[in-house]
């Protein structure tokens, strides 16, 4: 069974997935290869065509500011992330469950990899100071990262399966055992 794991930037993906990765479980990190994405000389003169540069930081500054951007950075990044993704599957096919922890795993029409869909769910007001603390950025742009995404309420209409993260990391790990039991 492949598990999708998404939500909202900074809801508690990473959490999530270091768990399940600490428990003996494989999760497929889109984050990651959309990362080495940018290492791949044919992205990199795609990036260089449309916005004058391949590196990473310039380039989010540059969508999130100018939102009219964002398809053509998908265009280039998620077949890249898509290949990579069902490469990754089919290598770990005979295991019971594979997680594929995917931030934007329905906005990239990613949900026809998976079999199920976990949904984390925290508040805006924790994202918001998660965003600021992890990435050391204003309230203005964490807002723009946040509202760049789908909201909470249209991803909850694909899940199978939703785990509150707005309390303890304790608590959110109780939740996803309990959730792991049912599932196995």
Do not use: W
């Not at 969508?63 to 398809?71: A, D, G, S, W």
């Not at 508040?123 to 742009?141: A, K, N, W």
């Amino acid at each position: 069974m492949i598990i999708g794991i998404t939500g909202g930037i900074a809801s508690g993906k990473s959490l999530i997935s270091n768990y399940l990765e600490s428990i003996g479980y494989t999760v497929i990190d889109c984050d990651k290869i959309s990362h080495q994405a940018y290492q791949d000389k044919l992205i990199q003169e795609k990036l260089i065509s449309i916005f004058h540069t391949c590196n990473r930081q310039e380039i989010a500054n540059k969508v999130y500011n100018e939102r009219n951007l964002f398809p053509s950075l998908e265009a280039i990044i998620h077949p890249y992330v898509r290949l990579n993704v069902t490469k990754l599957i089919k290598q770990h096919e005979n295991e019971k469950i594979v997680f594929v922890d995917a931030p934007v795993l329905i906005e990239a029409g990613f949900q026809d990899l998976v079999d199920k869909i976990l949904l984390i769910h925290t508040e805006d007001s924790i994202r918001i100071q998660r965003l600021i603390e992890r990435d050391g950025i204003s309230l203005e742009y964490a807002k723009k990262k946040m509202q760049s995404q789908m909201p909470y309420e249209e991803k909850r209409k694909y899940a199978d399966y939703i785990i509150e993260n707005n309390n303890s990391q304790e608590e959110t790990i109780i939740e996803l055992n309990h959730l792991l039991k049912s599932i196995i």
